[in-house]
């Protein structure tokens, strides 16, 4: 099993281009779910996903869209870059929503934008 | 408000020896609290998982405690090693967000093993 899968690595975009990040798993996880990783904060999730088809918001969703078609695919769209998105970004999946199971996390995407 | 503190912010110690790192937590109600390590520009990695009724968990060199009651926990790193370098993340699971449980990240204790 590759776990969760991260593209691109790295990336850097101008202020008001748009682009997706994206996230596989192959452990047939129902959810997934994103985050951003900043100098002194905790990780905060952005948006999440309990299973295809199914999205919600996490407690820093602006700027940010995600669908969920399939179970294995959870991409995240940047609709419009701004400086305050520079950061880096994980995936992450878990069997369930609600019990204690062990979350897996992607290698990350850093994102810088200009 | 929900919060996650760690202490130390970071520790340098020498290779061999053992140390101690401490997570403070305000989140309620409880349902877990984890340990995640996290090496330099990696994905954070599960080390244990705790629910309420555990006060003890291992994974190799790796002892997690909990005391619910004073909502602390430890991370104790047995005999450390240089690999052990990294940034150890407490993460506690409790309320119900929408459809999911929500996780609170503590932002770390960053640990050097050095020679």
């Known amino acids: 099993n590759a776990g969760v899968t991260q593209t691109p690595k790295f990336q850097v975009l101008k202020t008001g281009q748009s682009m997706t990040l994206q996230c596989a798993q192959d452990?047939?996880?129902?959810?997934m779910s994103w985050y951003r990783q900043d100098p002194g904060m905790g990780l905060r999730l952005i948006h999440y996903s309990v299973g295809a088809g199914i999205t919600d918001q996490g407690e820093v969703p602006n700027g940010y869209n995600v669908s969920r078609s399939t179970t294995e695919d959870f991409p995240l769209r940047l609709l419009s870059a701004a400086p305050s998105q520079t950061s880096v970004y994980f995936c992450?999946?878990?069997?369930?929503?609600?019990?204690?199971?062990?979350?897996?996390f992607g290698p990350g995407t850093r994102l810088t934008v200009t | 408000k929900n919060q996650v503190e760690q202490s130390p912010q970071s520790l340098i110690i020498l290779e061999g020896k053992n140390c101690t790192l401490q997570?403070?937590?305000?989140?309620?109600?409880?349902?877990?609290l984890r340990w995640y390590k996290q090496d330099t520009g990696r994905g954070p990695v599960s080390l244990t998982i705790?629910?309420?009724?555990?006060n003890t968990k291992s994974n190799g060199r790796y002892t997690a405690t909990l005391d619910a009651d004073t909502k602390q926990s430890s991370l104790h790193i047995t005999a450390s090693q240089l690999s052990d370098s990294a940034s150890y993340i407490c993460v506690v699971s409790g309320s119900i967000t929408g459809t999911a449980s929500k996780l609170t990240f503590g932002t770390g204790t960053r640990l050097q093993v050095t020679l």
């Open positions: 997570c403070n937590y305000t989140v309620s109600p409880f349902s877990n």
């Open positions: 452990m047939n996880h129902e959810y």
């Open positions: 992450a999946s878990r069997k369930g929503p609600l019990q204690p199971y062990e979350q897996y």
């Open positions: 705790m629910t309420f009724s555990e």
